[in-house]
């Protein structure tokens, strides 16, 4: 397939026929030092294993379960932290807007501006980030099949903006539950725009009884190795030096210390289905 190919101003290519892509950090901006740290821990990961990487934080989390949940330092802080991250490390770095109001300071600091899945059909946030001209990823609502993103597509391109990445992120499986359809991201695909895969998104528990959503972490690892198989451009993954203790989604993140092995794997299914003459490009 003719796909179509998203560049970044560092030179990182993104497609479904390229090589896999890794867009990782924490969920949520912590603090400075915190921040720091773990993407400096990423970029050697990703230098050893030749990946690109695309550097992911929240500076607020407008989608918390509870009023009392953790939501991130906000927008001048936060995006203060993005741009240390970006000057200290050369990395590209992504954020999620949940208001029309951040979008014009936060197209300031980033690379790629993220619509999350509950805003995923908003049209006037959707085309205030797309006017940015900046590359939207749009995650896939929980509640959306893979075929209503095509008029999210739409939406971006009728605002002048073909710069467009898709992920996956589960599928609302009764209460309290998430499930993924693999066929989703082929169906994606058709779209001929990047697709990514979520993979720790994929494995929460959402919302509940409790003041937070819960996660099924064992399941991340199977998941990554699914998706990359059916040949995408990239895998998204919320990191952690330590989950257990992390403010924001620790029981879906994945640990620092196992991010190496799992990626080394998908790296290894990603050069095969998509065979060795596409990895030189």
């Given at each position: 397939?003719?796909?179509?190919?998203?560049?970044?101003?560092?030179?990182?290519?993104?497609?479904?026929?390229?090589?896999?892509?890794?867009i990782?950090?924490?969920?949520v901006?912590?603090?400075?030092?915190?921040?720091?740290?773990?993407?400096?821990?990423?970029?050697?990961?990703?230098?050893?294993?030749?990946?690109?990487?695309?550097?992911?934080?929240?500076?607020?989390?407008?989608?918390?379960?509870?009023?009392?949940?953790?939501?991130?330092?906000?927008?001048?802080?936060?995006?203060?932290?993005?741009?240390?991250?970006?000057?200290?490390?050369?990395?590209?770095?992504?954020?999620?807007?949940?208001?029309?109001?951040?979008?014009?300071?936060?197209?300031?600091?980033?690379?790629?501006?993220?619509?999350?899945?509950?805003?995923?059909?908003?049209?006037?946030?959707?085309?205030?980030?797309?006017?940015?001209?900046?590359?939207?990823?749009?995650?896939?609502?929980?509640?959306?099949?893979?075929?209503?993103?095509?008029?999210?597509?739409?939406?971006?391109?009728?605002?002048?903006?073909?710069?467009i990445?898709?992920?996956?992120?589960?599928?609302?499986?009764?209460?309290?539950?998430?499930?993924?359809?693999?066929?989703?991201?082929?169906?994606?695909?058709?779209?001929?725009?990047?697709?990514?895969?979520?993979?720790?998104?994929?494995?929460?528990?959402?919302?509940?009884?409790?003041k937070?959503?819960?996660?099924?972490?064992?399941?991340?690892?199977p998941?990554?190795?699914?998706?990359?198989?059916?040949?995408?451009?990239?895998?998204?993954?919320?990191?952690?030096?330590?989950?257990?203790?992390?403010?924001?989604?620790?029981?879906?993140?994945?640990?620092?210390?196992?991010?190496?092995?799992?990626?080394?794997?998908?790296?290894?299914?990603?050069?095969?289905?998509?065979?060795?003459?596409?990895?030189q490009?």
């Amino acid at each position: 397939m003719n796909y179509k190919t998203i560049k970044l101003k560092n030179s990182i290519k993104i497609s479904n026929s390229l090589p896999l892509v890794l867009i990782a950090g924490p969920c949520v901006i912590e603090n400075e030092n915190q921040t720091l740290r773990i993407a400096y821990e990423l970029k050697k990961i990703a230098a050893k294993l030749k990946v690109p990487l695309i550097f992911k934080a929240s500076y607020d989390k407008a989608n918390r379960s509870s009023i009392e949940s953790f939501r991130g330092p906000g927008l001048e802080e936060g995006l203060r932290i993005l741009s240390l991250v970006k000057k200290k490390y050369n990395l590209p770095v992504l954020t999620d807007v949940h208001c029309r109001l951040d979008v014009k300071e936060v197209a300031k600091v980033v690379d790629i501006i993220q619509i999350p899945a509950f805003l995923c059909r908003q049209t006037d946030l959707i085309t205030e980030c797309a006017k940015t001209g900046l590359i939207v990823n749009i995650k896939k609502g929980q509640f959306l099949s893979p075929y209503g993103v095509n008029n999210i597509v739409k939406k971006v391109e009728h605002a002048g903006n073909k710069k467009i990445i898709l992920t996956e992120r589960g599928t609302s499986f009764g209460y309290n539950n998430l499930i993924t359809d693999i066929r989703s991201l082929e169906i994606m695909k058709k779209t001929f725009y990047p697709v990514i895969f979520d993979a720790t998104h994929s494995v929460q528990i959402p919302g509940g009884p409790e003041k937070s959503s819960g996660g099924e972490r064992e399941f991340i690892k199977p998941l990554m190795k699914a998706a990359v198989s059916s040949g995408i451009a990239g895998v998204f993954v919320e990191v952690h030096s330590k989950p257990e203790k992390a403010l924001s989604d620790g029981q879906n993140s994945l640990s620092l210390k196992e991010l190496p092995e799992i990626m080394d794997i998908v790296l290894k299914i990603d050069k095969l289905i998509k065979k060795d003459d596409r990895h030189q490009t």
